[in-house]
Nanobody, 126 residues
Framework: QVQVVESGGGLVQHGGSLTLSCVTSGFTLDYHTIGWFRQAPGKEREGVGCISSSDNRTNYVGSVRGRLTISRDNAKNTAYLQMNSLKPEDTAVYYC???????????????????WGQGTQVTVSS
């Protein structure tokens, strides 16, 4: 049974930091690219970044580049999203997703991902 479970969300002040975790089971994480997405109230779900399966190359959307860092530990079946210098506009539900591929993750959009978690709420106060 495939499971993707995010955790680590919460309330943080403007400028603060959070680290989200994404624990996977039911498939081999080594073969899967991980993407992180977020959805703010009234907005579409957008990708914030990804990490490739083959070489751990990452890609980030411009609005978070330099503030967010994605990493993975395949031995623990876990991916991470380290978020620094958080802003109120980062407030959203954050989702982790996985797709089986060896290609660079940059070319993969929301509809390409096979497995999704339930999301974790991140709220940044001003």
């Amino acid at each position: 049974q495939v499971q993707v479970v995010e955790s680590g969300g919460g309330l943080v002040q403007h400028g603060g930091s959070l680290t989200l975790s994404c624990v996977t089971s039911g498939f081999t994480l080594d073969y899967h690219t991980i993407g992180w997405f977020r959805q703010a109230p009234g907005k579409e779900r957008e990708g914030v970044g990804c990490i490739s399966s083959s070489d751990n190359r990452t890609n980030y959307v411009g609005s978070v580049r330099g503030r967010l860092t994605i990493s993975r530990d395949n031995a623990k079946n876990t991916a991470y999203l380290q978020m620094n210098s958080l802003k109120p506009e980062d407030t959203a539900v954050y989702y982790c997703a996985a797709v089986k591929t060896y290609l660079y993750c940059r070319g993969y959009g929301r509809d390409d991902y096979q497995y999704w978690g339930q999301g974790t709420q991140v709220t940044v106060s001003s």
